[in-house]
């Protein structure tokens, strides 16, 4: 069991920076593949980023790819979302997800935490 808890959303000026942080339980985190997803009102969660276990390799959507960077911390059992440039469209409540394997599927992964809303005004 994985237990993972977001921080960092906030109100923000289209063109400005957040750096969301995702801390997790256990003693496994570097086994585990983390992602990162969001979701605005009447819309399905979609997927943002991911990144390996051993923070190897990364993936992005297309429409925060240049602008956003995931990265992590397995000694401090952590998963970062730099965002920057960021726009109206960007807002939404991220959330962090972690599974054992690599995907981008919203529905394969396994754990989830509560999220925290991003807001971004023009």
């Known amino acids: 069991q994985v237990q993972l808890v977001e921080s960092g959303g906030g109100l923000v000026q289209a063109g400005g920076s957040l750096r969301l942080s995702c801390a997790a339980s256990?003693?496994?985190?570097?086994?585990?593949?983390m992602g990162w997803f969001r979701q605005v009102p009447g819309k399905e969660r979609e997927f943002v980023a991911a990144i390996s276990g051993l923070g190897r390799s990364t993936e992005y959507a297309d429409s925060v790819k240049g602008r956003f960077t995931i990265s992590r911390d397995n000694a401090k059992n952590t998963v970062y979302l730099q965002m920057n440039s960021l726009k109206p469209e960007d807002t939404a409540v991220y959330y962090c997800?972690?599974?054992?394997?690599?995907?981008?599927?919203?529905?394969?992964?396994?754990?989830w935490g509560q999220g925290t809303q991003v807001t971004v005004s023009s």
């Open positions: 256990g003693r496994t985190f570097s086994t585990y593949v």
């Open positions: 997800a972690a599974r054992r394997t690599w995907s981008k599927v919203r529905m394969e992964y396994d754990f």
